[in-house]
């Protein structure tokens, strides 16, 4: 079984305060995380990744957790600013597949109010 | 150019028509992607070119889904026989070969395909 999952489809946070958005997975075999911003219109953007031997990876105002005894990744903004309203997916590469075989959650929106 | 480029940004077709998608990848990328988004899921992997490798299709859906590549160029994605449940947004995206699990992809902004 490989899925990986966000239960949270919205998520509303003030201009300046910390965004955080949960991603779960279902094979412990997953070696590497991604998430991607999407905006309405365009093409999903590529934000940050973490593998799977770290349990933090920080860029800039983005950081990702990595909790493997939970299954649990979890993207956090800080500060979060209006222009980071998108819809935000994980994905990781399918164990067992090709590079090219990204398994996506179904994304969670975010909105920030100014 | 500077990104993928997909063409066309819309495409509604009747049902049991064949349709043709396009996409131009960033020019030095050897990895070529295809990947659709019907409403309200995530991303579906379709299929995956690998430089000069045999091509990675065992995301796609049925026999009806066929994609070619020429060289390290450009990509056609085509659907025979439409049918409604392939109403999805198809996207094209490259990277340079092993460096897209790690640095992500580059996606094109789609090609919305609606079949009525």
């Known amino acids: 079984d490989q899925q990986v999952k966000q239960n949270s489809p919205s998520l509303s946070v003030q201009e300046g305060r910390i965004s955080i958005l949960n991603c779960d997975y279902t094979?412990?075999?997953?070696?590497?995380f991604l998430w991607y911003k999407k905006y309405p219109a365009e093409g999903p953007t590529f934000l940050i990744s973490?593998?799977?031997?770290?349990d933090k990876n920080e860029d800039g105002r983005f950081t990702v957790f990595l909790n493997k005894s939970a299954k649990h990744l979890s993207l956090h903004i800080v500060p979060s600013q209006p222009g980071d309203s998108a819809v935000y997916f994980c994905?990781?590469?399918?164990?067992?597949?090709?590079?090219?075989?990204?398994?996506f959650g179904k994304g969670t929106k975010l909105s920030v109010k100014p | 150019g500077a990104g993928v480029s997909q063409s066309p940004s819309n495409k509604v077709t009747e049902k049991g028509k064949d349709v043709e998608l396009r996409c131009d990848p960033i020019?030095?990328?050897?990895?070529l992607y295809w990947y659709r988004q019907r409403l309200g899921q995530g991303l579906e992997f379709l299929i995956y070119?690998?430089?000069?490798?045999?091509?990675?299709k065992s995301g796609l859906p049925s026999d009806r889904f066929s994609a070619e590549r020429t060289g390290e160029s450009v990509s056609t994605l085509t659907i025979q026989r439409t049918q409604q449940e392939d109403s999805a947004v198809y996207l094209c995206?490259?990277?340079?070969?092993?460096?897209?699990?790690?640095?992500?992809?580059?996606f094109g902004s789609g090609t919305r395909l609606t079949v009525v």
């Open positions: 995206a490259s990277s340079r070969l092993g460096a897209g699990v790690i640095y992500g992809y580059t």
């Open positions: 094979n412990s075999m997953f070696d590497y």
């Open positions: 973490i593998s799977s031997i770290k």
């Open positions: 994905a990781a590469p399918a164990y067992g597949g090709s590079q090219g075989n990204l398994i």
């Open positions: 020019s030095g990328h050897t990895a």
């Open positions: 070119f690998q430089g000069n490798s045999a091509p990675d």
